[in-house]
């Protein structure tokens, strides 16, 4: 027991180093570019030797993508961890409101998404992210509901559910889309629409 207090010392301050080294790697790549900035002049940045710096990033295209096993985590525990009673697109959709909502209003977020929409190194990683994440959530969603770990619903949700960072992005009000989103799957296509579908339909006839 007396070993927990400097053990608990020695996380939190691997995760602040951590930290200052993914803040220094996005400083230098907003005002520089991904391709102008090396591992050195990040690890000088974050006042880190480059040994550090490798010991918590593989390479520099992680420290983008610095939340990546964190947003996995999290992912699962949406699911796995949720109210008891609670449906899992509601569990869903609450983890979208505390997280991607409040992210789309982060100032930098539009200069970062510039940064990987015009870095091809950056665009294939985050692509593979994505699927990573999909396949994670698909596999706990599967697994809560006792389906089989390929169940085509449950890869089809997880991916409808991870287009949401798109979609928010540059939204007006990112709380309202994601509302928006969660509505159209619970209710559907039809329920939305059917009443402007059948005015058309009979402006027509």
Not at 47 to 57: G, R, Y
Not at 84 to 107: C, F, M, N, Y
């Amino acid at each position: 027991m007396s070993d927990s207090p400097a053990v608990g010392r020695r996380e939190r301050k691997k995760a602040a180093t951590r930290q200052a080294i993914a803040d220094a790697a996005l400083e230098l790549f907003l005002e520089h570019g991904f391709q102008a900035v090396s591992v050195r002049d990040i690890a000088e940045r974050a006042d880190v030797s480059t040994t550090t710096l490798f010991a918590h990033f593989p390479g520099k295209e992680a420290l983008v993508f610095d939340r990546e096993e964190k947003v996995d985590a999290e992912l699962a525990a949406a699911v796995r961890e949720r109210p008891k009673g609670q449906g899992v697109i509601e569990a869903l959709r609450a983890h979208a409101l505390s997280s991607w909502a409040t992210l789309a209003s982060d100032p930098r977020l539009e200069r970062f998404s510039e940064l990987v929409d015009r870095t091809p190194a950056l665009r294939e990683y985050a692509e593979r992210m994505w699927t990573r994440h999909a396949g994670t959530l698909a596999a706990v969603i599967a697994e809560d509901l006792g389906r089989e770990a390929d169940d085509l619903a449950c890869a089809a949700l997880a991916r409808f559910v991870l287009e949401l960072p798109a979609l928010v992005r540059g939204r007006h009000d990112p709380r309202a889309a994601v509302e928006t989103v969660f509505d159209l799957l619970v209710d559907g296509w039809r329920a939305q629409h059917d009443f402007g579908d059948a005015a058309t339909t009979g402006s027509e006839s």
